[in-house]
């Protein structure tokens, strides 16, 4: 028997709840899909937020086959199946991964040639931002989503469809409790109304709660994400704040949120945040990323704790995280240099400043350019010294 999430998906990109600001009617997306022009594209976010459900509309719309796969169970083989299947086909095959943050490289590699040559449509979905999983290659083919969890508005909109289907009407407790306690997750709301409905067709509040006694999700309010709470707790890092880091930290790991998707920012912070300052601070994030990946929860707790005591207490500095967008713009704007005949790969004429105790002074590009601005802060202001030290001692 059909559940009532599956009754009720929308089958046309006309009646697709959410995901405004990908699919709305002003969205480059949206009239890509119109169009019948889809690139391979990669959905991320939120359970419950309309991610197969588009996949499974865009398949609709362009007429073509739509295949189903999880990226915990694939197999190479059967991809290639599905492939070898269409070699010569008119027809574009919509590929769905599933789960796509957890296909592993070779399953990746299998994929490129049929993104390059573009003989099947790829679409994947993931709760999990896949940018970190996903090899360069894939995404340079690709373009990529972020879902988000669908607001009150639109799961009212959703209810009152489902009271019609269940030819039922709801009080404002128990829709209120059905909004609430989903977080933004449609398929989750449906299916505590409908299972609650099957057991006594008299809904209660005190009967959703016997089947569902706390939010779902990332255990946080549906107004709140892991995205934000990630935000959060590298916004108190920044702020130095050991205490407001640690709660935004603990909020993540109540609601379940994966040491993969933690630790990766303390480590960006580390680099991004506090560079130079305290060198100190990338070797610990590195070191606790590698531990918790052999250690896993619960134990991996203090390790984190650890590592985001020591950043939130560390001097801030973000030179060089300035000093390589800088760099990288004034390449994009066109300052293309040519290398100094002394150091490109003959090297004539080049002084080795280890045979003048570790410096002389030489060119090292053809036309001057600033881009690096120390902060002067912590460990920084040694290198400084260091620097100034060595370029003046004569």
């Given at each position: 028997?059909?559940?009532?999430?599956?009754?009720?998906?929308?089958?046309?990109?006309?009646?697709?709840?959410?995901?405004?600001?990908?699919?709305?009617?002003?969205?480059?997306?949206?009239?890509?899909?119109?169009?019948?022009?889809?690139?391979?594209?990669?959905?991320?976010?939120?359970?419950?937020?309309?991610?197969?459900?588009?996949?499974?509309?865009i398949a609709k719309i362009i007429d073509t086959d739509y295949y189903y796969f999880n990226a915990t169970t694939i197999k190479v083989e059967d991809l290639r199946k599905v492939f070898d299947r269409y070699k010569n086909a008119l027809i574009k095959p919509l590929i769905f991964i599933d789960e796509v943050h957890r296909l592993s490289k070779n399953q990746q590699e299998v994929l490129l040639p049929i993104?390059?040559?573009?003989?099947?449509?790829?679409?994947?979905?993931?709760?999990?931002?896949?940018?970190?999983?996903?090899?360069?290659?894939?995404?340079?083919?690709?373009?990529?989503?972020?879902?988000?969890?669908?607001?009150?508005?639109?799961?009212?909109?959703?209810?009152?469809?489902?009271?019609?289907?269940?030819?039922?009407?709801?009080?404002?407790?128990?829709?209120?409790?059905?909004?609430?306690?989903?977080?933004?997750?449609?398929?989750?709301?449906?299916?505590?109304?409908?299972?609650?409905?099957?057991?006594?067709?008299?809904?209660?509040?005190?009967?959703?709660?016997?089947?569902?006694?706390?939010?779902?999700?990332?255990?946080?309010?549906?107004?709140?994400?892991?995205?934000?709470?990630?935000?959060?707790?590298?916004?108190?890092?920044?702020?130095?704040?050991?205490?407001?880091?640690?709660?935004?930290?603990?909020?993540?790991?109540?609601?379940?949120?994966?040491?993969?998707?933690?630790?990766?920012?303390?480590?960006?912070?580390?680099?991004?945040?506090?560079?130079?300052?305290?060198?100190?601070?990338?070797?610990?994030?590195?070191?606790?990323?590698?531990?918790?990946?052999?250690?896993?929860?619960?134990?991996?707790?203090?390790?984190?704790?650890?590592?985001?005591?020591?950043?939130?207490?560390?001097?801030?500095?973000?030179?060089?995280?300035?000093?390589?967008?800088?760099?990288?713009?004034?390449?994009?704007?066109g300052k293309i240099f040519d290398i100094p005949v002394h150091i490109d790969s003959q090297h004539v004429g080049y002084k080795y400043p280890h045979d003048f105790g570790g410096y002389i002074k030489q060119e090292y590009l053809s036309e001057p350019i600033s881009l690096y601005e120390s902060s002067q802060i912590g460990y920084e202001k040694t290198l400084d010294d260091w620097l100034e030290k060595i370029?003046?001692?004569?």
């Open positions: 028997m059909t559940n009532l999430s599956n009754l009720l998906r929308p089958t046309t990109l006309e009646n697709f709840v959410g995901q405004k600001h990908i699919i709305g009617k002003d969205k480059v997306l949206y009239n890509l899909i119109k169009k019948k022009e889809i690139p391979h594209l990669f959905f991320y976010g939120k359970p419950g937020s309309g991610k197969t459900t588009l996949a499974k509309i993104m390059e040559n573009y003989s099947a449509i790829i679409i994947g979905a993931s709760t999990e931002n896949p940018f970190f999983t996903l090899t360069s290659a894939i995404r340079s083919r690709s373009f990529l989503f972020e879902f988000k969890a669908l607001n009150r508005d639109d799961l009212i909109g959703i209810l009152n469809l489902a009271q019609k289907e269940l030819e039922t009407e709801l009080n404002e407790d128990c829709i209120e409790y059905l909004i609430n306690s989903s977080s933004g997750d449609a398929r989750a709301m449906l299916n505590l109304l409908e299972f609650s409905y099957k057991s006594d067709l008299n809904l209660s509040v005190e009967r959703l709660k016997e089947l569902r006694q706390n939010v779902i999700g990332d255990g946080v309010s549906s107004s709140d994400s892991h995205y934000d709470l990630a935000s959060a707790m590298i916004k108190s890092l920044r702020g130095s704040d050991v205490d407001a880091a640690l709660y935004y930290l603990s909020r993540l790991i109540h609601g379940g949120e994966s040491v993969d998707f933690i630790v990766r920012r303390l480590v960006i912070f580390a680099s991004e945040d506090i560079g130079n300052a305290n060198p100190n601070a990338l070797n610990l994030a590195v070191s606790t990323m590698q531990a918790v990946n052999k250690i896993g929860y619960p134990e991996s707790r203090i390790i984190l704790s650890q590592c985001v005591i020591y950043l939130a207490s560390s001097p801030k500095s973000n030179s060089a995280y300035k000093a390589i967008n800088k760099a990288l713009s004034e390449v994009n704007n370029k003046n001692r004569d």
